[in-house]
């Protein structure tokens, strides 16, 4: 859901994507969570990432 916030997607929108494949970065599923590795969405959102920074 925070994934989804960031993008101004709602929690319904943003299951429906994630369950055809169609969120707007990298789901990866765990049981019946989905999670969304924060680096992807950083860069998605136009945010360094601490980790990459020199």
């Known amino acids: 859901m925070t994934a989804a916030r960031a993008l ?3 929690r319904t929108k943003a ?3 994630a369950k055809r494949g169609e969120f707007p970065c990298r789901i990866i599923k ?3 969570t989905y999670r969304v590795p924060t680096a992807e969405l950083l860069s998605l959102l136009g945010v ?3 980790i ?3």
């Open 8 to 10: 101004g997607l709602g």
């Open 15 to 17: 299951y429906e994507l």
């Open 30 to 32: 765990v049981g019946d």
């Open 48 to 50: 360094e990432s601490p």
């Open 52 to 54: 990459t920074r020199n």
